[in-house]
């Protein structure tokens, strides 16, 4: 198979070059590197069955010869105040390759008679008032929020996605990604996983707003990987999750952080600080991922983690 990723320098898009190259098919990864890192796919480079191309999305999208599959990967995906890759700080960008990257995506499947999977998000179900959140919930979100950026590219980019399916019979796919996290998250993107782990191996308490008691459901990124694959191989046109449904609040995970990377500088805890939008809970129902592609995730937190974190003693250490 030749696989097309957009944003396949970015975190979760490389390990799919990864995971794609490993099973024997032959994988082109395309990237403006405005988020994503060269450093991603540099092991990469040479291979014969591995190209790169450096572009914009959003300025149309082109390959010659055939291609069986366009997985679309594309997009900022921090949504952190401060960090400059966030979508945050880059909403029109956000707001175009959900919008004109999408179409573009979905125009070169059509060309190529090639499946296309669309990378959605959980933030799709915003401030959530169903608990947890199952693939029929349609949401509690704030349109015109600062968070509204990306939750509302990603609902456009679905909307086109099914739109495609039912007026040109495309072969879609449309996953619901809950908290991935793993190598290759970059330190200073704001996310938690990053922020905690980078302030542990630097010696720092951990900065944890308000009584800590909001809750996120961590995946790592070699299991969604896992499911990615699985639903890029079945029928199944309409979203599906895919997350782990362990819950823990942030400060139940910032202790384990700190006890995984012998962190005695323990929990600085701050007046709390939340984004318009920003859920307080947060958790996946995978049972139809579980039904429809016999998929759960295996790795437990902590293992996922010393991963995670060998990684990142790489990153301060270089």
């Known amino acids: 198979m030749r696989i097309l990723i957009t944003g396949g320098a970015g975190f979760i898009g490389s390990h799919l070059c990864d995971r794609f190259?490993?099973?024997?098919?032959h994988v082109i990864a395309v990237d403006n590197l405005l988020?994503?890192?060269?450093?991603?796919?540099?092991?990469?480079?040479?291979?014969?069955?591995f190209e790169f191309i450096q572009?914009?999305?959003?300025?149309?999208?082109?390959?010659?010869?055939?291609?069986?599959?366009?997985?679309?990967?594309?997009?900022?995906?921090?949504?952190?105040?401060?960090a400059p890759t966030s979508y945050m700080q880059l909403p029109l960008e956000t707001l175009r390759v959900g919008s004109l990257g999408t179409f573009n995506a979905l125009d070169l499947a059509r060309a190529k008679n090639a499946r296309f999977l669309m990378a959605s998000t959980s933030e799709i179900y915003g401030d959530p008032l169903e608990h947890p959140q199952k693939e029929t919930y349609w949401g509690h979100v704030d349109s015109i929020g600062p968070r509204s950026v990306y939750?509302?590219?990603?609902?456009?980019?679905?909307?086109?996605?099914?739109?495609y399916h039912r007026k040109h019979g495309l072969a879609t796919r449309?996953?619901?990604?809950?908290?991935?996290y793993g190598p290759r998250m970059q330190l200073d993107d704001g996310r938690v996983v990053p922020n905690f782990v980078g302030q542990a191996l630097r010696g720092q308490p951990l900065t944890v707003y308000g009584d800590g008691s909001q809750t996120r459901s961590f995946?790592?990124?070699?299991?969604?990987?896992?499911?990615?694959?699985?639903?890029?191989?079945?029928?199944?046109?309409?979203?599906?999750?895919?997350?782990?449904?362990r819950e823990v609040t942030i400060r139940e995970f910032a202790e384990v952080i700190n006890t995984l990377t012998g962190n005695t500088?323990?929990?600085?805890?701050?007046?709390?600080?939340?984004?318009?939008?920003?859920?307080?809970?947060?958790?996946?129902?995978i049972s139809k991922a579980a039904r429809v592609l016999g998929w759960e995730p295996r790795t437990p937190l902590e293992a996922g983690l010393r991963h995670t974190i060998a990684y990142f003693q790489g990153v301060i250490a270089n």
Request: hydrophobic fraction near 40%.
């Open 219 to 245: 995946c790592y990124v070699a299991d969604l990987v896992e499911g990615l694959v699985k639903l890029l191989a079945s029928d199944e046109p309409t979203p599906v999750n895919l997350g782990n449904p």
């Open 151 to 163: 939750d509302e590219a990603k609902r456009f980019s679905e909307a086109l996605t099914m739109a």
């Open 265 to 285: 500088a323990g929990i600085e805890v701050l007046p709390a600080s939340r984004t318009a939008g920003d859920p307080q809970r947060r958790r996946p129902d």
């Open 55 to 82: 572009h914009d999305v959003t300025e149309g999208l082109k390959v010659d010869g055939p291609l069986d599959a366009v997985l679309h990967f594309a997009s900022p995906a921090s949504p952190s105040l401060t």
């Open 21 to 25: 190259l490993a099973d024997g098919q």
């Open 35 to 49: 988020t994503g890192s060269p450093r991603n796919i540099q092991h990469l480079a040479g291979r014969a069955d």
């Open 174 to 180: 449309i996953v619901r990604i809950f908290n991935t």
